[in-house]
C-alpha cells in the first residue's frame, strides 16, 4: 500500500465512522478524577484508529487500562491496583472515570462512571480495587441521570514490551544455571516437536490436551504476518503449553526456502506480530483493540506495515483501535483527529491536546522532525567525503549526514522500499550507497 492508497483508506474509514457502521463505538473517555491525569481531561475518539503519544510516565499506558475496564466484564484493576509500595491514595475523592458510547447509528449516546470501590465487611479486609459502574455524577459533568449498561465489546489489549515467548521465560528468567536451563530445554523439546508435527506427545502419562494445545494459522494470517515483516512464511504454528513448568506460546515459523525454526531462533518482532495479527483476526468484529508501543523490536518498515494492517483491519472487520506509542512511523499519515499528544503543566499533571500534526507531537516530545533533509551513508568513509563535498558547496546547513552502521544491506532491504511508498519520508530522506560493499577503510581525514 503506498501513501495514496493509504489515505483513500482512511477517507473510507471516515464515511464508514460519519454512517455509524461502527456499532458499540466508544466516542470518548472523561477523567474528573484518575491517576496523574488533569481533573477533567476527555479524550475524543473521532478516528477509530487513535495514536496517544507523549513522553515516559505521561499517562498513555493508564489511558489504555481504563478503555481496557470500560467495557462488560472487564476492569482496570487487572493493571492498577493498590500495593504497599505504590499505594492508591483516596483522599476524599474517588478515582473514577466515564465514557460515553452508541450502540448504533440510530441510538443516541449513553454514558457509563466507573468508580474505584471500597468493597469488603468489618470482618473482611476492604478491598478498595473494585471498580463498578456508579450513577451519574452531574458534578462531572455528565449528560444523563440514568445509569446505563457498560458497553458490550471484546478487549483485545496487548503490551508488546512484556511478550515473551516459552522459551525466553525458561532461558532468561529461570533461577536454574545456564546448563539446568540448556538441559531442561533439550529435554523438553522431542515433546514440543511432536506438539508442531501432531502427533501424540506422550508426556509422562498426561492427556496432551493439559499439557499444550496447537493452532496452525490460516493461510491469510500467515501472508498477513509475511506482509509486516516484509518475509514470505509457508505454515506458522503457535503451541500453547506447559512443557517449560510454566504456561507459555512456542512460534514455529517455515519459511518459502522450507527452512523452520521456533521463537529460540526467531526475532522478538516476529514473534508480537505473529501474536497481534493471530489476536485480531481471531477476533470478532468491532472489538477494542488497545495496543502499547507495538513499535518494540520492529524496525521502520515493518513499523509502517503494520500501520496499513490495523487501518485494513479497522475497515473489514470495524475494530476501534487505540495505540500508546513513540513512533513517528506510525502516526504519518494519519489525520490530525488520530493523535492525541499527553503534555505535562507546571505542577507535574497530565493533559491531553487533541488535532495536531505529527510534526508538532514529535516537537513536544523533544523529537523535533528537523526542516534538513536526510542522507544516510552505508559506511564512515562516504559520511564525511559527503560532509566534506556539502561543506565545499555551502550545502551543510540544509543537510544531516548519518552513518548507519546497518550498511548497505539493511538500507535496501529495510527502509528503501517504505521510504519510497511513503510521500514525507521520500522528500526529507536520502541513501548514499557506492556500491563497493566494504566497510572497512582507514583513511585520513586531513586529505579530504
Not at 278 to 293: G, N, Q
Not at 350 to 377: G, H, L, P
Request: aromatic share 12%; net charge neutral.
Amino acid at each position: 500500500m503506498d501513501y495514496n492508497q493509504m489515505q483513500m483508506t482512511i477517507e473510507t474509514i471516515k464515511r464508514m465512522k460519519n454512517s455509524g457502521v461502527f456499532i458499540n463505538y466508544i466516542e470518548y473517555i472523561d477523567f474528573p478524577f484518575y491517576k496523574n491525569l488533569i481533573p477533567r481531561t476527555r479524550i475524543n475518539f473521532e478516528f477509530p484508529m487513535t495514536v496517544l503519544i507523549g513522553k515516559n510516565g505521561s499517562g498513555k499506558s493508564s489511558t489504555l487500562h481504563a478503555l481496557f475496564g470500560a467495557p462488560q466484564g472487564y476492569t482496570c484493576s487487572d493493571f492498577w491496583f493498590s500495593t504497599d509500595v505504590d499505594p492508591i491514595a483516596e483522599s476524599g475523592d474517588r478515582n473514577r472515570y466515564f465514557y460515553g458510547y452508541v450502540e448504533n447509528k440510530d441510538s443516541d449516546i449513553k454514558e457509563v462512571m466507573k468508580l474505584r470501590m471500597k468493597r469488603g465487611s468489618e470482618t473482611k479486609k476492604e478491598n478498595f480495587d473494585y471498580w463498578e459502574t456508579s450513577r451519574p455524577l452531574m458534578k462531572d459533568g455528565m449528560l444523563q441521570s440514568k445509569r446505563n449498561s457498560p458497553v458490550n465489546k471484546d478487549v483485545i489489549y496487548l503490551d508488546f514490551r512484556a511478550e515473551v515467548s516459552a522459551f525466553d521465560k525458561i532461558f532468561h528468567f529461570s533461577k536454574e544455571n545456564l546448563d539446568e536451563r540448556k538441559n531442561l530445554l533439550r529435554q523438553r523439546s522431542k515433546y514440543l516437536k511432536r506438539l508442531f508435527n501432531g502427533e501424540p506427545m506422550r508426556f509422562k502419562g498426561t492427556q496432551d490436551n493439559k499439557v499444550g494445545n496447537l493452532e496452525i494459522l490460516s493461510e491469510y494470517t500467515v501472508k498477513c504476518i509475511g506482509k509486516i515483516l516484509n518475509k514470505e512464511y509457508t505454515d506458522i504454528r503457535v503451541a500453547e503449553h506447559k512443557l517449560y513448568r510454566n504456561m507459555g506460546t512456542s512460534v514455529y515459523m517455515k519459511n518459502k526456502y522450507e527452512m523452520g525454526y521456533s521463537e529460540a531462533n526467531a526475532g522478538s518482532g516476529e514473534i508480537a506480530v505473529v501474536q497481534l495479527v493471530r489476536r485480531i483476526e481471531k477476533a470478532r468484529d468491532y472489538s477494542l483493540v488497545l495496543l502499547d508501543e507495538p513499535e518494540v523490536s520492529l524496525h521502520p518498515g515493518a513499523q509502517e506495515n503494520l500501520k496499513e494492517y490495523l487501518l485494513e483491519a479497522i475497515k473489514t472487520k470495524k475494530l476501534q483501535v487505540v495505540i500508546s506509542t513513540h513512533s513517528p512511523t506510525l502516526i504519518i499519515g494519519l489525520p490530525s483527529s488520530a493523535i492525541k499528544l499527553f503534555k505535562t503543566n507546571e505542577y507535574g499533571k497530565f493533559y491531553v491536546q487533541e488535532n495536531i500534526n505529527y510534526e508538532e507531537a514529535f516537537f513536544d516530545i523533544e523529537n523535533r522532525v528537523s526542516n534538513k533533509k536526510m542522507i544516510f551513508c552505508e559506511d564512515y568513509a562516504a559520511q564525511k567525503l559527503v560532509e566534506k563535498v556539502l561543506m565545499y558547496i555551502n550545502k551543510e546547513q540544509y543537510f544531516d549526514v548519518v552513518y548507519y552502521h546497518g550498511g548497505e544491506k539493511t538500507l535496501v532491504n529495510h527502509y528503501m522500499t517504505p521510504i519510497a511508498l511513503n510521500r514525507y519520508l521520500s522528500q526529507k530522506i536520502y541513501l548514499m550507497l557506492d556500491g563497493d560493499m566494504k566497510t572497512d577503510y582507514v583513511f585520513n581525514e586531513d586529505v579530504l
